[in-house]
């Protein structure tokens, strides 16, 4: 019997991509893993559960049963890959070897968890899948007060929709403005507006030091000396690649697991997709980096050798409250953020020394020339002749 | 005027506001929108959207 292809992770790019390669092949063998209950569903959607008084059962599209059959696969649910074997062509699940024709590790990134002092840390919840959700659903039931670690693009969508939902929600964040690193102060200004507009109270610059049960809720304490009181707090610190079997089999691995425009690793017969794969120096946590590198993949993996492209990637950020699209400049991208904004209006250019459109954030009603703006921009990574060989040249 | 939502990313397609940017009119029915028209934040298309409630 043909050895199957095996994809690691269940989350959108192993999904997706196992959906684009039974699109060409309908006859391999598939086999699926995750650790989770292999539910499918819409990681971005999570940061909209609130206010569309959506539960995890009602985010969750498809179960496990329904997708191995739409896929003709099998799917093994909680289930943990202990070992990659690339040199045998198999892993390892504890003692149980499974051999395989290719193997595509899609099993994400994992949620950065910061050490906070304390008896409470069991009310610290990070949100980085829909079992995550689901008990802070559970948990957050009949309370009120939300503390969100981090002002990033996560703790803001998360801020914003438990806002809509009736929660109240105070941020902490030891940055000076908020989504720092991908906007320029005037568009971070206008977002946190917005927020402030729905009641949300920013506490930037101090990080959270020790969170206590206290007669009424948890204390938390800041290290700028100031104390909050809340019913449970949500980390929205940032997200790491997972990255430890790959690099414990050899694999090469930078922030993410190295791989090449094939989306192969450094060793042949494994690729990387989605969040914990690093594509020519970038590892791009968003859904439509995910979506080209599925769709390249599901031809490579059918014999026809697919590099990965991605166009111009503006990243849709949801904050309904002051609506936000930034196409961050590339790294090393040389040029100054020119700003036009009324009220939280604000669209603002990154123009290189020629005045070509490098990048941008557009909040609020500005969003509306981001299709104008989309097709100026350069693509993030540029498409390449497609070669027929296998082997790359150099 | 029905909104409509991306099952991948979450966009959501408005009836009311069209999408003028991309020659879709404002009042444009979903039904009306190009067959080949796909999402403009993770590239999907028509068939992976599913009708949302007004909020």
């Given at each position: 019997?043909?050895?199957?292809?095996?994809?690691?992770?269940?989350?959108?790019?192993?999904?997706?991509?196992?959906?684009?390669?039974?699109?060409?092949?309908?006859?391999?063998?598939?086999?699926?893993i995750?650790?989770?209950?292999?539910?499918?569903?819409?990681?971005?959607?999570?940061?909209?559960?609130?206010?569309?008084?959506?539960?995890?059962?009602?985010?969750g599209?498809?179960?496990?049963?329904?997708?191995?059959?739409?896929?003709?696969?099998?799917?093994?649910?909680?289930?943990?890959?202990?070992?990659?074997?690339?040199?045998?062509?198999?892993?390892?699940?504890?003692?149980?070897?499974?051999?395989?024709?290719?193997?595509v590790?899609?099993?994400?990134a994992?949620?950065?968890?910061?050490?906070?002092?304390?008896?409470?840390?069991?009310?610290?919840?990070?949100?980085?899948?829909?079992?995550?959700?689901?008990?802070?659903?559970?948990?957050?039931?009949g309370?009120?007060?939300?503390?969100?670690?981090?002002?990033?693009?996560?703790?803001?969508?998360?801020?914003?929709?438990?806002?809509?939902?009736g929660?109240?929600a105070e941020?902490?964040?030891?940055?000076?403005?908020?989504?720092?690193?991908?906007?320029?102060?005037?568009?971070?200004?206008?977002?946190?507006?917005?927020?402030?507009g729905?009641?949300?109270?920013?506490?930037?610059?101090?990080?959270?030091?020790?969170?206590?049960?206290?007669?009424?809720?948890?204390?938390?304490?800041?290290?700028?000396?100031?104390?909050?009181?809340?019913?449970?707090?949500v980390?929205?610190?940032?997200?790491?690649?997972?990255?430890?079997?790959?690099?414990e089999?050899?694999?090469?691995?930078?922030r993410?697991?190295?791989v090449?425009?094939?989306?192969?690793?450094?060793?042949?017969?494994?690729?990387?997709?989605?969040?914990?794969?690093?594509?020519?120096?970038?590892?791009?946590?968003?859904?439509?980096?995910?979506?080209?590198?599925?769709?390249?993949?599901?031809?490579?993996?059918?014999?026809?050798?697919?590099?990965?492209?991605y166009?111009?990637?503006?990243?849709?950020?949801?904050?309904?409250?002051?609506?936000?699209?930034?196409?961050?400049?590339?790294?090393?991208?040389?040029?100054?953020?020119?700003?036009?904004?009324?009220?939280?209006?604000?669209?603002?250019?990154?123009?290189?020394?020629?005045?070509?459109?490098?990048?941008?954030?557009?909040?609020?009603?500005?969003?509306?020339?981001?299709?104008?703006?989309?097709?100026?921009?350069?693509?993030?990574?540029?498409?390449l002749?497609?070669?027929?060989?296998?082997?790359?040249?150099? | 005027?029905?909104?409509?939502?991306?099952?991948?990313?979450g966009?959501?397609?408005?009836?009311?506001?069209?999408?003028?940017?991309?020659?879709?009119?404002?009042?444009t029915?979903?039904?009306?929108?190009?067959?080949?028209?796909?999402?403009?934040?993770?590239?999907?298309?028509?068939?992976?959207?599913?009708?949302?409630?007004?909020?």
């Amino acid at each position: 019997m043909t050895a199957p292809v095996v994809i690691i992770g269940t989350g959108l790019a192993g999904y997706n991509l196992a959906r684009e390669w039974r699109k060409l092949d309908r006859d391999t063998p598939l086999l699926l893993i995750t650790a989770d209950d292999g539910r499918s569903y819409s990681k971005p959607l999570l940061s909209t559960g609130f206010a569309a008084n959506k539960d995890a059962d009602t985010l969750g599209m498809a179960s496990a049963g329904a997708m191995a059959e739409q896929l003709d696969a099998e799917i093994r649910t909680h289930t943990r890959v202990t070992r990659l074997d690339p040199a045998n062509r198999r892993i390892w699940i504890g003692n149980e070897p499974v051999a395989y024709r290719d193997l595509v590790l899609a099993w994400g990134a994992q949620a950065v968890r910061v050490p906070v002092a304390g008896d409470a840390e069991e009310a610290i919840f990070p949100i980085n899948d829909l079992l995550d959700y689901g008990r802070f659903r559970a948990a957050a039931a009949g309370k009120r007060r939300v503390l969100i670690l981090g002002a990033g693009l996560i703790g803001c969508e998360f801020a914003n929709d438990l806002l809509q939902g009736g929660y109240e929600a105070e941020l902490v964040a030891p940055s000076q403005q908020i989504m720092p690193g991908l906007l320029p102060a005037e568009a971070a200004r206008a977002v946190q507006n917005g927020l402030e507009g729905l009641g949300a109270r920013f506490h930037l610059g101090p990080v959270l030091e020790r969170l206590e049960h206290g007669a009424d809720g948890l204390v938390a304490q800041l290290s700028d000396g100031s104390r909050l009181t809340c019913d449970l707090v949500v980390s929205a610190v940032g997200l790491r690649p997972r990255t430890e079997l790959a690099a414990e089999a050899g694999l090469q691995v930078e922030r993410g697991v190295v791989v090449d425009r094939l989306l192969q690793t450094s060793h042949p017969h494994v690729y990387a997709l989605g969040d914990c794969a690093e594509v020519e120096g970038l590892n791009l946590l968003y859904v439509m980096p995910l979506m080209a590198g599925a769709r390249a993949l599901a031809k490579t993996l059918f014999g026809n050798p697919t590099f990965v492209s991605y166009g111009p990637m503006p990243v849709t950020v949801k904050t309904p409250v002051c609506p936000l699209v930034v196409s961050p400049p590339a790294r090393g991208a040389v040029g100054n953020w020119t700003v036009e904004a009324c009220g939280n209006d604000v669209k603002a250019l990154y123009l290189g020394a020629d005045g070509q459109l490098l990048g941008y954030a557009l909040t609020g009603a500005a969003v509306q020339q981001r299709l104008a703006l989309n097709k100026q921009l350069p693509p993030v990574l540029a498409e390449l002749p497609q070669i027929l060989s296998l082997k790359t040249p150099g | 005027m029905k909104k409509w939502q991306c099952v991948v990313c979450g966009y959501i397609y408005d009836e009311a506001q069209g999408l003028p940017e991309e020659g879709i009119a404002p009042g444009t029915r979903w039904e009306d929108v190009p067959e080949d028209w796909i999402c403009p934040d993770c590239g999907v298309g028509k068939m992976d959207f599913e009708m949302i409630a007004i909020s």
